[in-house]
């Protein structure tokens, strides 16, 4: 593949070490990091005819500008089909009879859910309730929480950490404190895990963990 002349690309500020893309209408685009000047093997972004993106091996020094490859709006909507979080994978396999819920274990379990941020702005927490009920006689429901106060690393900072815990103390710090010690505690938030633990005492679990442990139990 031959380098596109400078004057068919849009150059921008670069930060030692980002990776970059450059030449937005070509077929092939390689990522590379700005740091590195060298030819060597990485992958390379194919589009196919569906313009669906393919991951190949090959190498180039050609880069292409992100804002463009998310410009390719038919690309974009094309891949979002079939992108998912877990839950909602679940949800819909088991819902679609391709997840056998005799599999797992009949005990009795009640679960509460605190749900993540991304999951209540760009999701359903719906979900999450859904796949944790596959055992036929697991119990979930919803904390009516919001954030957890954590928010990735913010509870973690010294002059944060008040507020953080104040937001906790909200609802669900006294949700998971009022809980019994035999109810299971979901969060699929790494950081709301680690709130619940520090603001509760309690070990709380992602949700395909809680699975896992459901699997293994019927089978044990």
Known sequence: MQNIPQENTESSQQDDGLIEFIAPDIEHLTIIKASETSQ???????????????FQLGHTDIRIELKH????????????????????FLANEFKAGMIDRNL????????LI???CY???LSSQDY????????VNYKASLIPSGCCGMAGAFGYEKEHFDVS???????????VRSASTETLIAAAGTSCRHQVKDGTGRLSQHP??????????ARS
């Open 128 to 135: 999450t309730t859904t796949c944790l009920e596959i055992p």
């Open 119 to 121: 999951q209540k702005s």
């Open 165 to 175: 815990q104040q937001v906790g103390e909200l609802v669900l710090f006294p949700a």
């Open 114 to 116: 605190h749900g993540h």
């Open 69 to 88: 490859l998310f410009m390719m709006q038919q690309a974009a909507i094309a891949l979002s089909g079939a992108a998912f979080t877990i839950e909602e």
């Open 208 to 217: 395909v963990e809680i699975l896992y442990d459901a699997l293994r139990e």
């Open 40 to 54: 060597i093997e990485r992958p390379k972004i194919v589009f196919s005819d569906e313009l669906i993106p393919q």
């Open 104 to 111: 797992f274990t009949t005990a009795e379990k009640k679960v």
